[in-house]
T-cell receptor
Framework: AQSVTQPDIHITVSEGASLELRCNYS??????LFWYVQSPGQGLQLLLK??????LVQGIKGFEAEFKRSQSSFNLRKPSVHWSDAAEYFC?????????????FGIGTKLQVIP | AAGVIQSPRHLIKEKRETATLKCYPI?????VYWYQQGPGQDPQFLIS???????DKGSIPDRFSAQQFSDYHSELNMSSLELGDSALYFC??????????FGPGTRLTVL
């Protein structure tokens, strides 16, 4: 069964500092990988995704993520955090074969940005 | 760009009542997914439909049912509501079974 681990429940960074949110997955093959962001009481917005090809993927709002097969990781990074980035971030994994099936989410990492 | 539409956005029901949540996918998306997100929890998959047929099923209670209609919109029907059903219910759609695009959610409160 596929699973996603986000080891950091809460992270606090200063505005302008760099950010890395960790994500490890468990899956039998190379899955589809996603990062979503959720502001309080809001829906899930897709930040970026990895299906195949270049292991460094660029997303919206200046975020990027790197797929590392050897470490089963898909960490999210941003070089300089803005106060508006405060939100909850979910890493997710989906199956590559057949599709039309569920996405499994990690527990989420809540990001706090301090001035 | 058009997004996934969910209605209503907020719903308050009493225990043992029924509720119907609606989802209108992005145009030309033929796959719809339903998720339930409890307070402080990650979204949990309930059920999905592709071309009006159920394509996958998760931890959906027997009290819940869902279907996808000919115009690809979907409805989640919830009966005999319990306090524990209070949650944010998300619908997502996909054009190809890959990337899922989420709607804003319906916040259901059961009193």
């Amino acid at each position: 069964a596929q699973s996603v681990t986000q080891p950091d429940i809460h992270i606090t960074v200063s505005e302008g500092a760099s950010l890395e949110l960790r994500c490890n997955y468990s899956y039998g093959a190379t899955p589809y990988l996603f990062w979503y962001v959720q502001s309080p009481g809001q829906g899930l917005q897709l930040l970026l995704k990895y299906f195949s090809g270049d292991t460094l993927v660029q997303g919206i709002k200046g975020f990027e993520a790197e797929f590392k097969r050897s470490q089963s990781s898909f960490n999210l990074r941003k070089p300089s955090v803005h106060w508006s980035d405060a939100a909850e971030y979910f890493c997710a994994v989906g199956p590559t074969s057949g599709g039309y099936q569920k996405v499994t989410f990690g527990i989420g990492t809540k990001l706090q940005v301090i001035p | 760009a058009a997004g996934v539409i969910q209605s209503p956005r907020h719903l308050i029901k009493e225990k043992r009542e029924t509720a119907t949540l609606k989802c209108y996918p992005i145009p030309r998306h033929d796959t719809v997914y339903w998720y339930q997100q409890g307070p402080g929890q990650d979204p949990q998959f309930l059920i999905s439909f592709y071309e009006k047929m159920q394509s996958d099923k998760g931890s959906i209670p027997d009290r819940f049912s869902a279907q996808q209609f000919s115009d690809y919109h979907s409805e989640l029907n919830m009966s005999s509501l319990e306090l524990g059903d209070s949650a944010l219910y998300f619908c997502a759609s996909s054009p190809d079974g890959g990337t899922q695009y989420f709607g804003p959610g319906t916040r259901l409160t059961v009193l």
